[in-house]
């Protein structure tokens, strides 16, 4: 069973749109969180990361939303562009620990 | 620029095969790590090794094996290859103490078909 569990699955989005995927834990250990961005033949790539210790963290276009009572966080792409169709995967993981968990992945579409 | 290159883009193998999976990185990473990725299940870690002949397994180590004699190489062994191992198989690196601590490179993937 999934520790991370990611939604949707897939997503559609007009350019210019916001595109949101979240995704939801349980293991209170889990102290880092990232999200990969793999596009079609490659491997994930590092997109953003958070510390359950800030609610928000802002890179550019993207943005994790942290609910640390919650346990659930999200990303968010502001206006979407054709380039950021992709599949995204979150992940979090134990502090010192090298036991990375991942969600299930969201294949986002941008439609230009 | 990290660089994490695997053997083979695409590998079709018998059934009862052994098969090797050759990773390489390139920036002296401690950490090694390999993944399968299946639809609807996502990334699920198999064997990681943070040092040259130490290995611990992951997730679902279950009819593989791995084998790590230089820092910068790192392979995936399956014993006797099984349908159910038909996958896309990824390796990654980092450097740091742990995941928590440093991001992981991945490779581009290697899509095993086990016939």
């Known amino acids: 069973q999934q520790q991370v569990k990611q939604s949707p699955q897939s997503l559609i989005v007009q350019k210019g749109g916001i595109s949101i995927i979240n995704c939801a834990y349980e293991n209170t250990a889990f102290d880092y969180f990232p999200w990969y961005q793999q596009f079609p033949g490659k491997g994930p790539a590092l997109l953003i990361a958070i510390r359950p210790d800030v609610s928000e963290k802002k890179e550019g276009r993207f943005t994790i939303s942290f609910n640390k009572s919650a346990k659930q966080f999200s990303l968010h792409i502001m206006d979407s562009q054709p380039g950021d169709s992709a599949t995204y995967f979150c992940?979090?993981?134990?502090?010192?620990?090298?036991?990375?968990?991942f969600g299930a992945g969201t294949r986002l579409t941008v439609k230009p | 620029d990290v660089k994490v290159t695997q053997s083979s883009r695409y590998l079709v193998k018998r059934t009862g095969e052994k098969v090797f999976l050759e990773c390489v990185q390139d920036m002296d990473h401690e950490n090694m790590f390999w993944y399968r990725q299946d639809p609807g299940l996502g990334l699920r870690l198999i064997y990681f090794s943070y040092d040259v002949k130490m290995k611990e397994k992951g997730d679902i180590p279950e009819g593989y094996s791995v084998s790590r004699e230089k820092k910068e190489r790192f392979s995936l062994i399956l014993e006797s290859a099984s349908t159910n191992q038909t996958s896309m198989y990824l390796c990654?690196?980092?450097?740091?103490?742990?995941?928590?601590?440093?991001?992981?490179?991945f490779g581009p993937g290697t899509r095993l078909t086990v016939l």
């Open positions: 992940a979090a993981s134990p502090y010192n620990n090298n036991d990375m968990r």
């Open positions: 990654a690196s980092s450097s740091g103490l742990a995941a928590s601590t440093d991001t992981q490179y």
